[in-house]
Nanobody
C-alpha cells in the first residue's frame, strides 16, 4: 500500500523559515514528478512548487525566490525549504507523488505564519 507522509509544519513568525519533508513508501512504480500544493481556508488547492524526475523545477509566482524544492530519489523523499515566510503562506501543505500512472497524496501538514 502506497503511503505519502508529510512533516515539518508548524507555527512560525513572519520572516521565519520552515522545512517540509515528504516520504513515500510502498511504491511499485518508480517516482516521476513530485510537487507541493497548499490549501488555505476557503480557497482552492494551489500548486506551490514542482520538480520533475530530471530535476527541472517550477514555482508559483508568489513563492519564487523564497521557497526551494528538492528531492532525493534514493530515499523517496521530497523537501520544501520555505524562507521569508508571510502570513499569506498560511495553509495546509500537501505532497503529491506521481508513480507510474498514479498520483498519491499525503494527508497534509499545517503551516501557520503569524504577523
Amino acid at each position: 500500500q502506497v503511503q505519502v507522509v508529510e512533516s515539518g509544519g508548524g507555527l512560525v513568525q513572519a520572516g521565519g523559515s520552515l522545512r517540509l519533508s515528504c516520504v513515500a513508501s510502498g511504491l511499485i512504480f518508480s517516482i516521476g514528478d513530485m510537487a507541493w500544493y497548499r490549501q488555505a481556508p476557503d480557497k482552492q488547492r494551489e500548486l506551490v512548487a514542482a520538480i520533475s524526475r530530471d530535476g527541472s523545477v517550477d514555482y508559483a509566482d508568489s513563492v519564487k525566490g523564497r521557497f526551494a524544492i528538492s528531492r532525493d530519489d534514493a530515499k523517496n523523499t521530497l523537501a520544501l525549504q520555505m524562507n521569508s515566510l508571510k502570513p499569506q503562506d498560511t495553509a495546509v501543505y500537501y505532497c503529491k507523488v506521481r508513480h507510474g500512472p498514479y498520483d498519491s497524496w499525503g494527508q497534509g501538514t499545517q503551516v501557520t505564519v503569524s504577523s
